[in-house]
């Protein structure tokens, strides 16, 4: 996979040396193609080249039926468009197979890309992103992907149509937010945590139609999973895209998973954001999000003792193989406490092949966990983990939404992969601090 | 336009707005519609008439970027959705179908369920007909406004041959 630029060399080398633009403003500087050659400045609205476009099951259906009632006969690119089935797969009942069969006829007819059975943004990542990207998904955390150093946003069905029909789009140049996380990360917190605090204080409105830049010295030192994390939830603020600039840890990912081409685009050191915030992550502790607001956070010990009837493991958010180690290095010799089921959906079959040749998934079997296809079922409330009435559950998935993960009496606690484990133990909200040497 | 209004508080999500196990099942907008709302309000869906708009606080739309929220509402006969602001794909998705959103920070604040709302969009105005409340609102950029009048996207695609932008 390729990134493209829009304008020649001597422009695409302008923009990257400028000290005084945003990464978002230098990515659209060199996708606009309303203006060849003109800096995409904060506030206009340009129309750009995509370089990737992905759709799932529950946004792809009708897109096709939009691209067949705007009589598209042929898509812009067929090797730059990628379906994913995975939002419920295997299909858990016959509509949606239905609904799977459009998809893959689709993929037959155009020739697009499809896959099954990884959560789409995982997927992407670990197939086909490398930075300098634009990305757009029919799915609103198609921000995650920002963990790559690409400008990664979501849309809708008959917008991801448009978009497989023309490789274009319009967007306006969003506003910076640049968040720097310093310091010394205490135990027992992780990039969930992190994200979820932040969270707290700038609301689940707070960065909407903007985009966040996470930098800062714990930043630099994540992985593509911690940063994926952080990316993923930007749009639960209501972030545009989430961004994590491109590092060696970033070419190390991307060499490993056999890929190379790279733009390195970092933002001008001069650049203006809306905000900046600086946080030292010293007295951060494992944090939970009440239901039914994703910002109603709470620090782990406040609510300590809230018994569970399910823990998830999975999603987008937090279903990589560094979740599943952590779980896997709590719950190991332990059991989950009778009456509680602890579900465990590994986000890519990569993930899950991963953890299975590393023991981790014996290691959760044998604490009574049941793992399920990578899917992202449990999280939307579809299959593999559908929570009934007045049922409680802890997860580290995104979204804590009234009757998210199914019936609209149940609760949903926000968790990392380390609070969900410790608390599938005890069966009731626990701080995992207890259980990590 | 002219309706009754329906209120709703800040931050309402597309999963009250159509939860996912409706949406995995169907792209049937009346068979959406059925399920409209039914997070915060079971009955909304039978109780709206024709022409009646949504008035809402902050971040209208927030969450999942299910196209199927704003074609729920428009399929129960909504005919614009006015709030004091809205998160940005359902905001993008809205317009793409043709269903009017109207951002104004103070105006829902001055509206009641029940009242009754006026809306003219090409003017860009806004009353509040019980309490004889006008204002003026923001227009959108010029294709944007083309698109909603011709429909949503679909429809403008299919009268001008090509995409607004």
Known sequence: MQYVSTANKDFLDEVIADRSLTFAEKVLSIKRCDEIGKIASTDEIIVAKVDLAMAHDGTAPLAIKVLKELGIKKVWDNDKIILHIDHTYPASSEQIADFHSIMRKFAIEQRCRIQEGNICHQYMLEHFVVPGMLIVGADSHTTTQGSLGTFATGVGSTEIAAIFASGKIWLKVPESIKIIFDGKLPRGVFAKDLILYIMSKISCEGANYKAIEFTGNIVKDFSISSRATLCNMSVEAGAKAGIVEMDEITEKYLISMGRKAMLRIHSGKEAEYVEIIKENVENMEPYVALPHNVDNVKAVGDVEGQPIDQAFLGSCTNGRFEDLEIAAKILNGKKVKDGVRLIITPASKLVYKTALKSGVIETLLKAGATITSSTCGACVGTHCGVLGSGEICISCSNRNFIGRMGSPKSKVYLASPATVAASAIKGVITDPRKYLG | ?165
């Open chain 2, 1 to 165: 336009m002219e309706g009754r209004a329906w209120k709703f508080g800040d931050n309402i999500n597309t999963d009250i707005i159509i939860p996912y196990k409706y949406k995995a099942r169907t792209i049937d907008p009346k068979s959406l519609a059925n399920h409209c709302m039914e997070g915060i309000d079971p009955k909304f869906s039978k109780k709206v008439r024709k022409g009646d708009f949504i008035v809402a606080g902050k971040n209208f739309g927030c969450g999942s970027s299910r196209e199927q929220a704003p074609v729920a509402i428009k399929a129960c006969g909504i005919s614009a959705v006015i709030a004091e602001s809205f998160a940005r794909i359902f905001y993008r998705n809205a317009i793409n179908i043709g269903l009017p959103v109207i951002a104004h920070k103070d105006f829902p604040k001055i509206i009641n369920e029940g009242d009754t709302i006026e809306v003219d969009l090409k003017k860009g105005v806004i009353k509040n007909l019980t309490k004889k409340k006008i204002i003026r609102v923001e227009k959108q950029p010029k294709f944007l406004e083309k698109m909603l009048q011709a429909g949503g996207l679909v429809e403008y695609y299919k009268k001008f041959r090509k995409f607004p932008w």
